[in-house]
Each structure stands twice: as C-alpha cells, then as structure tokens.
C-alpha cells in the first residue's frame, strides 16, 4: 500500500511540473510571436477604442498583422 501511495503522489507531481512546463512554454512563444506584429509602429495606427487602423482594422494588433502590406513606418517628431 504505500508503494502505491508513494508511486502516485510522485507520478501526479510529475505530471503536475509537466504540465507546468509545458504551459509555460507555449506561452512564451506565443508572447514572442505577438511581439512581432508592427502596428503601434505604424503611421496608420490610430489606437482608438472603434477603430485601431484606418488601412486594415480587421487585422489590427492580431497575427495576421505581421507581414501587413500596408505598413509604413511613423515618422519620429
């Protein structure tokens, strides 16, 4: 009996920092991933609550966004 006990107590902490580990780490490249998308960079991003991009709001701030042919770099004042 306490073979068994001791044999599932560590195989559910495994299991447990496994899962953890996974998680973690698709989370991580999906923030890395979202990273990429330019458009608080771009001249046409306006930020609003209605309306994020005058060009493609459909895609604004998503992935679709990453390789956006419509972007073009804001100009520093």
């Given amino acids: 009996m306490t073979i068994i006990c001791f044999t599932l107590t560590w195989g559910m902490i495994f299991t447990g920092l496994w899962a953890f580990a996974y998680y973690w780490k698709t989370g991580f490249m999906l923030i890395k991933q ?28 998503s992935e ?14």
């Fill in 64 to 77: 679709l966004a990453i390789d956006c042919h419509d972007y073009q770099a804001q100009l520093s004042k």
């Fill in 34 to 61: 979202l990273h990429q998308v330019p458009c608080h960079n771009c001249k046409y991003f306006v930020n609003s609550r209605y309306l994020k991009c005058t060009v493609n709001p459909q895609i604004a701030c």
